[in-house]
């Protein structure tokens, strides 16, 4: 009997140092990017947009999908999700108008990656939720009103 375990054991064992060998079992570092101060110091929108995304023109697009309620009861958890299917997707951001920092969130897809991102989002009132994904030498934008019937940001 001692010598069936000893052989599986022999056996997966040789088979994690082949599969650690041909580097198929490494590890993956996630590194977080700089925290971008610049563009939450911003007090309106296109000054945000500007801070993050420079000069770059930004179109309204129908590649960009926003699906969020029309109406959230409670304006500290409003969930939001942004989808694209342009292929050279870089980034997607979210940003609310009337909110005391405009600037909410945004991620840096990796090559390859599909452009999808879903967060929970803090609204202090009714506003307008804007939406952009950078791609290629463009800015594409999507924006949906969103109604808070309570607010999140001290309302």
Known sequence: MKRRVF?????????????????????????????PKTVFDQET???????????????????????????????????????TERADAESIAIMVEKNPVPYITSVNLGQGSSGFY????????TSKVSCYVKAGNEVLMAAQEIKVTVGGCGG
């Open 7 to 35: 052989l599986k054991k022999s056996l997966i064992g040789g088979a994690m140092a082949l599969t650690a060998g041909y580097g198929l079992l490494r590890s993956v570092v996630a590194t977080a990017l700089e925290w």
């Open 118 to 125: 879903s967060a929970r989002i803090k609204m202090g009132e």
């Open 45 to 83: 929108e296109a000054d945000a947009v500007k801070a993050l995304f420079g000069d770059t023109p930004v179109v309204e697009s129908a590649d960009v999908v926003i699906k969020a309620p029309l109406q959230a009861e409670n304006g500290a958890v409003v969930p939001i999700k942004v989808t």
